[in-house]
């Protein structure tokens, strides 16, 4: 069972870049490569918003509120919209493609990062503060939780400090033989955990205020076995559980696997998706998992491989999962 497939009325014609539920409702927030963004209510199966901009694919999104929503996009430029109305304008401009994007409720700002190695932040006024932040690499993914901002680029990660953009509170080499492909910070800001091309999962856990580090630990996480041999399966996104110690892992060939992240130990995988999951997210209760996949389309001319969206009641997935071992 992959879950309950949102319905729209005309398909997503593109690859979904990234999925967000809101943080304090069932909104879920939907950004592709086909310059469109989506807004769909997941309590009502709904279609709230559909905002199309001209040319560039969207690369990231994220919620202001529940009325205001940010994007990057493959031309660098950064919108915001008005999720009631369906509008949008520009709040600044990257020189390169821009891949990142997250809102501080703390401090108000937007910080957007590009393949060019700019992290920049931006202010109400919808222009840029006083500079930027500049990387060894481009960011290839970004993660915020409270004041302080996870960097991936290549294999290190760099944790900034929103109050003090000037330098790293820490740059940590991943220890990781492949690059990196997400990071995502623990949402009680204890560490963060990274994944990366050759299928494996570090976390890392630090006390922010001391710039040390605790513990670290790397597994293996999605390489799997063809004939006696290890094939690399990359992470491509990580979501955690906002209520409990576990997060759920998507990998390239259709995989989700949610651990527990004290033990490091698998818990449930979750059936194979026909095509590789692109991005997750838990609900703000964590009753909900969406999951972006494609799909081939069966009516094309030609082989096309199109995104939905899926969701899953966790507590019943795994009610029913507890009862089918149970009787088994």
Known sequence: MEGVPLEFERPIGDEISRIRFSPRSNNLLISSWDSTLRLYDVDDFVLRMEATSVGAGLLDCCFEDESGAFTVDSEGCVRRYDLHKGIHDIVGQHGQAACCIEHSE???????????????????????????????MGVGSMSLCGLFLALATGRTVNVLDLRNLNRPVQSNDSSMDYHITCVRSFPNSQGYVVGSVDGRVRLRFFDLLNACEASMCIFRCHPKKIDGDRHLVAVNDIAFHPCNNTFVTGDDEGYAIIWDNSSRKRLLELPKYTRSIGSMSYNHNGQLLAIASGYPDQEASKVLVLSRVFYLCIYHYLLALLTWHHHK
């Open 106 to 136: 703390e401090t108000g700002l937007i910080i957007t990062a590009d393949i060019d190695r700019n992290v920049i932040p931006w202010g109400k006024c919808m222009a840029s503060v006083s500079h930027s932040h500049i990387v060894d």
